[in-house]
């Protein structure tokens, strides 16, 4: 990561945190915010990059990798600073944090109506690929109503 601005998450940054998410309304019901972060930051093959203004937290993404492709989530930009190139930038230290742990490929998972979300994403160079994605609930717990 060379953006002096991007650093990684602290124990003190996790209520900001969440209060990003919420506000770029990423957080979903059966998604516990602190958890994620709790459970990205237990590991060794994840973390959270923040990237902050000299006031604010103003950009975050989570990235990790499963020993053969990375993944991001929760790529948040603050409201009021979209448009200003944070998250291509968040995107760029993800691709770096991956590169310097031997990762060569970043798979995402954007909902298909998303459009405006897969436009950025297309705009920053990654491209559609044809795959369909399976998912189970195998946590009941935190499965959502509509899918237990």
């Known amino acids: 990561m060379t953006d002096q601005r991007i650093s990684e998450i602290t124990d003190a940054d996790v ?8 506000a770029s ?6 998604n516990d915010p602190e958890a994620d972060i709790a459970f990205a930051r237990s590991a060794e ?12 937290l103003a950009a975050s ?3 990790g990798h499963d020993g053969h492709r990375g993944t991001v989530y929760y790529l948040a930009v603050a409201p009021g600073d979209r448009g200003r190139g944070l998250g291509r930038d968040m995107m760029r230290a993800a691709e770096a ?10 798979n995402l998972v954007v909902r298909a ?3 405006h979300v897969i436009s950025f994403y297309r705009a920053i160079g990654y491209e559609v690929e044809e795959r369909t994605n399976l998912a189970r609930w195998i946590d ?4 959502p109503a509509s899918k237990q």
């Not at 994840?46 to 902050?52: D, P, Y």
């Not at 009941?140 to 499965?143: F, H, K, L, N, Q």
């Open 97 to 106: 944090w991956l590169l310097g742990r031997g990762v060569r490929k970043l």
């Open 25 to 30: 309304g990423l957080t979903r019901p059966w």
């Open 61 to 63: 993404a989570m990235v």
């Open 45 to 56: 093959n994840a973390t959270i990059l923040l990237l902050r203004e000299p006031d604010r």
């Open 140 to 143: 009941p717990d935190r499965a």
């Open 113 to 115: 109506e998303n459009e």
């Open 15 to 22: 209520a900001e945190v969440i209060e990003l998410w919420r």
